[in-house]
């Protein structure tokens, strides 16, 4: 049973992990899809059918999020990695998408609230007015909103479009538009001439056989009877 439990945590580990690479293929399987299922489950429990799951707990909503979120940045990383990009752009991004919608939701309502408290009528105001006329943000959380919701459909639409390099780069092998699962080989190439050690075997086979091959017969030549060789003057 260790033995199952230290395998079963290895692929654990090569799933989470933003080492490698990731084909168009596989980042479709385990990041745009999987994606895509959570925001339309979310959409139909909350908005389309809130009597059908409100009898639900709130784990079946947090778990799959929480999986899928312990697996994003290392998928979105290996893809940029197959297009030979280091990914750290990405990085460096990556905390704004939850910090400018939380810095949106602070401007929006808790600000207010807060200056409200404080004896800012034009607060409380505000405040009354969003609650008997309906919620509507105002320019500069609709622009971080915006801001968010551009670059993560960008970085989605750009890493699921472009292809990979061809060939293994700096960041590991090729992966032959294989899905990248733990314990799961990627695809066999298309093209076996484009292997690094089948070419070098190849070499070596030729090596060996160059070698092996008997050195030509070197044949002496003598001069013709009656020449001039040896010859006395007159």
Do not use: C
């Amino acid at each position: 049973m260790p033995v199952f439990l230290g395998a079963v945590m290895d692929k654990l580990n090569a799933w989470v992990s933003s080492e490698g690479r990731l084909s168009r293929k596989g980042y479709l399987q385990l990041f745009v899809a999987p994606f895509a299922a959570l925001i339309l489950f979310t959409w139909l429990a909350w908005v389309a059918a809130p009597d059908l799951f409100g009898g639900m707990p709130a784990a079946l909503f947090t778990l799959p999020w929480l999986a899928f979120l312990a697996t994003a940045d290392a998928q979105n990383i290996k893809r940029w990695h197959d297009l030979g990009v280091s990914g750290a752009l990405y990085k460096f991004a990556r905390p704004f998408v939850v910090l400018l919608p939380v810095g949106a939701m602070v401007l929006q309502f808790i600000l207010p609230s807060f200056m409200a408290m404080s004896g800012d009528y034009g607060a409380l105001a505000f405040l009354i007015s969003q609650d008997l006329g309906g919620w509507h943000f105002g320019p500069a959380p609709m622009a971080m909103f915006a801001v968010t919701i551009v670059g993560v459909i960008g970085n989605i639409a750009w890493l699921s479009a472009m292809p990979g390099q061809s060939g293994p780069n700096s960041f590991g092998p090729d992966p032959m538009s294989g899905v990248q699962l733990p314990g799961i080989s990627a695809a066999a190439p298309a093209d076996a001439n484009n292997d690094p050690v089948k070419r070098a075997l190849a070499d070596y086979q030729a090596r060996l056989a160059q070698q092996a091959r008997p050195a030509a017969m070197v044949t002496q030549v003598r001069p013709a009877p009656g020449g001039a060789f040896g010859r006395k003057r007159a």
